[in-house]
């Protein structure tokens, strides 16, 4: 079984930034392979997706809405994943969920709420 522990949201000013982490455990994840993530959700729509990272080769890829403003990156050693969120955005408002798919198997962490402010 695997575990993901998410921190670091909150309340941000538009313009603002904010960095989620996602720590990820358990004796089935060695940290070589896999894909970790980003996803979230606004009050009243559906769960989407943000960013995610190729735990391997560090292979990205972003939603158009994120580009340019928020970067993925991990840290193998700690088997975590970090959001990096710039130039946050009213829009940005959401319950943001680590993900890990692993072996056909998605993983979900337990979300963490972060709320931009205009």
């Known amino acids: 079984q695997v575990q993901l522990a998410e921190s670091g949201g909150g309340l941000v000013q538009a313009g603002g930034s904010l960095r989620l982490s996602c720590a990820a455990s358990g004796r089935t994840f060695s940290g070589n392979g896999g894909v970790m993530g980003w996803f979230r959700q606004a009050p009243g729509k559906e769960r989407e997706f943000v960013a995610t990272?190729?735990?391997?080769?560090?292979?990205?890829q972003y939603a158009d809405a994120v580009k340019g403003r928020f970067t993925i990156s991990r840290d193998n050693a700690k088997k975590t994943v970090y959001l990096q969120m710039n130039s946050l955005k009213s829009e940005d408002t959401a319950v943001y969920y680590c993900?890990?798919?692993?072996?056909?198997?998605?993983?979900w962490g337990q979300g963490t709420q972060v709320t931009v402010s205009s």
């Open positions: 990272i190729r735990w391997m080769f560090g292979t990205t």
């Open positions: 993900n890990l798919r692993l072996g056909g198997v998605d993983y």
